[in-house]
Nanobody, 126 residues
Framework: QMQLVESGGGMVQAGGSLRLSCEASGRALSSFTMGWFRQAPGKERTFVAAIGWSPRPTHYAEFVKGRFTISRDDGQNTVFLQMDSLRPEDSAVYYC???????????????????WGLGTSVTVSS
């Protein structure tokens, strides 16, 4: 079993930055693809970014490209999401997820991921 705990959410003005962290316990992050998803009230959970294990390919949703950066530190068993140039429409609960292995076809689908955190809330004011 793997437990994922997100942190770093909060309130920020438009144009600001936040750095989310996701700390894993119970299993090592190596061999897992790590993803970030988000869910706004009344909307479906949507893919934000993912990072595979060696050689660590990264993938981003079109609406965050150039603004968000995903990274991982397997030594710390932690994944990060650096969010810059935040917009009000980025407001949501952000979830960290871990999927065993890597799938170029499925990294953006919720069904690929085996473990989920409880989420951290991000609010961007205009």
């Amino acid at each position: 079993q793997m437990q994922l705990v997100e942190s770093g959410g909060g309130m920020v003005q438009a144009g600001g930055s936040l750095r989310l962290s996701c700390e894993a316990s119970g299993r090592a992050l190596s061999s897992f693809t790590m993803g970030w998803f988000r869910q706004a009230p009344g909307k479906e959970r949507t893919f934000v970014a993912a990072i595979g294990w060696s050689p660590r390919p990264t993938h981003y949703a079109e609406f965050v490209k150039g603004r968000f950066t995903i990274s991982r530190d397997d030594g710390q068993n932690t994944v990060f999401l650096q969010m810059d140039s935040l917009r009000p429409e980025d407001s949501a609960v952000y979830y960290c997820a871990a999927g065993l292995g890597y799938s170029r076809q499925n990294y953006a689908t919720t069904s690929f991921y085996n473990y989920w955190g409880l989420g951290t809330s991000v609010t961007v004011s205009s």
